[in-house]
C-alpha cells in the first residue's frame, strides 16, 4: 500500500511508545526517485485505503534506511532513534 503510492522508494513500519494507544506507528521511508518527500500526502493515502487503527501517526523520509549487518533495513535502530516521537514534552 504504501509503495503503491509512488511516493516512496523503500518503507517500513515500526511500533514505538505511544502515551494513549500503547503503540504508535511509524513509517520510515525514503522519497521516491524525483518525488518531493511528503509525510502528509503519504498519510492521507493511508487514511483513505486503511483502518483508521493501521494509519501511520508520522512519517519520517530519509536519505536513507539504516541496515543491519546482514543489509536489512534495521527495524531496532529506528525503533530507538524514534522512541519519544509520540511521548509528551
Known sequence: MVYDSGLVGEAVAIGVPHPVL???IIIAATPAKGI???PKGLIAIC???LPAYM???AVIFQTSLPRNTNG???RQKLA???ADMFQEK
Do not use: A, H, L, S
Open 47 to 49: 487514511k483513505g485505503r
Open 36 to 38: 518531493e518527500p511528503c
Open 55 to 57: 494509519v501511520p501517526g
Open 22 to 24: 500503547g503503540q504508535g
Open 80 to 82: 530507538t532513534e524514534f
Open 72 to 74: 536489512k533495513i534495521d
